[in-house]
């Protein structure tokens, strides 16, 4: 079964950027789509973004729309999280998440329709 492995991250300062990357291995990539979900302290994991598998497609949720960035390389097995004019409300652990299999340009944009996840990555905005 496919294995997430997720770096970047830390801590930034409000309007700052910061960059996440997802390395799969163990599974053949470029056939699933993959997403971002995150969640902060007391709250419920929340999605983030998403990206089909042949990458022509990708979605946002309405709170990161025009600061984040998605974007995978199928010959790296990767998938990227650009993030840009941070705000504290974006601290949170973030998850990269695969999903075994999917329709071409499709996206998925609940937790549940994701079948492996990454260990998480802390993402810290401070004000």
């Known amino acids: 079964q496919p294995q997430l492995v997720q770096s970047g991250g830390g801590l930034v300062q409000v309007g700052g950027s910061l960059s996440l990357s997802c390395a799969v291995t163990?599974?053949?990539?470029?056939?699933?789509?993959m997403g971002w979900f995150r969640q902060a302290p007391g709250k419920e994991r929340e999605f983030v973004t998403a990206?089909?598998?042949?990458?022509?497609?990708?979605t946002y949720a309405d709170s990161v729309k025009g600061r984040f960035t998605i974007s995978r390389d199928n010959a790296k097995n990767a998938v990227f999280l650009q993030m840009s004019s941070l705000k504290p409300d974006d601290t949170a652990v973030y998850y990269c998440?695969?999903?075994?299999?999917?329709?071409?340009?499709?996206?998925?944009?609940?937790?549940?329709?994701?079948?492996?996840w990454g260990q998480g990555t802390q993402v810290t905005v401070s004000s």
């Open positions: 998440a695969l999903r075994g299999g999917g329709y071409p340009g499709r996206t998925y944009a609940t937790s549940r329709e994701y079948d492996y």
């Open positions: 163990g599974q053949t990539f470029s056939s699933f789509p």
């Open positions: 990206i089909s598998w042949d990458g022509n497609n990708s």
